[in-house]
């Protein structure tokens, strides 16, 4: 083996998704199969539930992922696996599957950090180089820079994610769409029919955002009798500029010329609209992760697992235990 040719089976398994994804040290996606666990409408993710849904599909990902890659067991050279943050039941149906294929064949295991992994994708897809990052999505609201080897966190909500907020709204007033398992594009559309804006609470502290008061306001107000439609489309006008002004000033701060879009949210249209705009006053350039890579998947881990093994990380099997609030900067980044 050499180090201009590897190649990385990576496992996501930190929620609801279980996603494998095969990579070469080129960074040519060869592979990137998932499989979602939907729980019933209203509720959310049921760890253990979810855990087991993964137990249940790896092993047809997998011979799918390797079908695609047209790679065979005995030609991989490294196995990366999301070792957190996440939910523990799932965090650890992935290890451990993890583990067994390192054992078995005999190759180097590295553990990934998940939210290092969203941000090292989109950097390989947009070529983005020196940025500030917004990464969000239904578990995460952080902007982000990395200097002096960590991503450091300039700013995050103090509460719940974005999307978390928006998915939370849509349950309690019973949103539902039969050919949309999750509430958040259904969300999406109510808010573009949405014809007037209710005041909402915008709390912004310093870098940091809360979106839990602004979504009980918004609760109270549609049990006062409010539009969903217009309820939606403040809570999305209001907590989308909550963002952008935070993302802002950490863009004027640093007076770097790049923003990086990542995160299963980074799909919300509206976002791209308010940053695209905002990046323009600063002269600088604006990248956003595609779709087929911005909620989890095992490609990002992957990839994220061969940059770390050529820099020469990798994780003993004794010591690959899951760390289910694992902060991304405490992760070394040795490759940067």
Request: aromatic share 6%; net charge positive; glycine share 8%.
């Amino acid at each position: 083996m050499t180090l201009d040719r590897i190649l990385c089976l990576g496992i996501e398994g930190t929620a609801h998704t279980l996603g494998i994804g095969i990579v070469d040290s080129k960074g040519r996606i060869l592979a990137n199969v998932k499989d979602s666990h939907i729980p019933p409408f209203g509720k959310g993710i049921h760890p253990r539930e979810a855990a087991q849904h993964h137990a249940d599909v790896i092993g047809k990902v997998l011979e799918e992922a390797l079908r695609i890659s047209e790679v065979k067991p005995r030609e991989l050279n490294l196995i990366a696996f999301s070792m957190g943050p996440g939910l523990g039941p799932c965090l650890r149906a992935a290890a451990t599957a993890a583990r067994a294929l390192s054992t078995y064949l005999n190759i180097p295991l590295v553990g990934v950090n998940h939210m290092v992994a969203h941000v090292e994708i989109a950097k390989l897809i947009t070529g983005a180089k020196d940025s500030v990052i917004l990464n969000v999505s239904g578990g995460t609201t952080q902007i982000i820079v990395l200097e002096k080897g960590r991503y450091r966190v300039f700013g995050e909500t103090l509460d719940i994610a974005i999307g978390n907020c928006f998915d939370k709204f849509a349950r309690e007033v019973r949103l539902h769409d039969p050919d949309t398992p999750w509430p958040g594009p259904l969300f999406d559309k109510m808010a573009s029919k949405g014809t007037k804006y209710i005041s909402l609470p915008y709390t912004v502290k310093g870098m940091d955002l809360a979106f839990s008061g602004m979504l009980t306001y918004a609760l109270n107000k549609f049990k006062e009798g409010e539009r969903i439609e217009d309820l939606c489309y403040s809570i999305q006008e209001t907590a989308l500029a909550m963002v952008t002004e935070v993302t802002e000033r950490a863009l004027a701060h640093t007076e770097k010329k790049e923003l990086l879009l990542t995160g299963g949210f980074a799909k919300n249209k509206r976002l791209q609209e308010m940053l695209s705009i905002m990046v323009k006053d600063h002269d600088a350039k604006f990248y956003v992760v595609p779709n087929e890579v911005a909620t989890d998947n095992g490609a990002m881990i992957a990839w994220t697992g061969l940059l770390a093994y050529k820099s020469g990380v990798t994780t003993p099997i004794e010591k690959s235990f899951v760390k289910r609030k694992w902060r991304i900067e405490n992760v070394s980044i040795p490759w940067k």
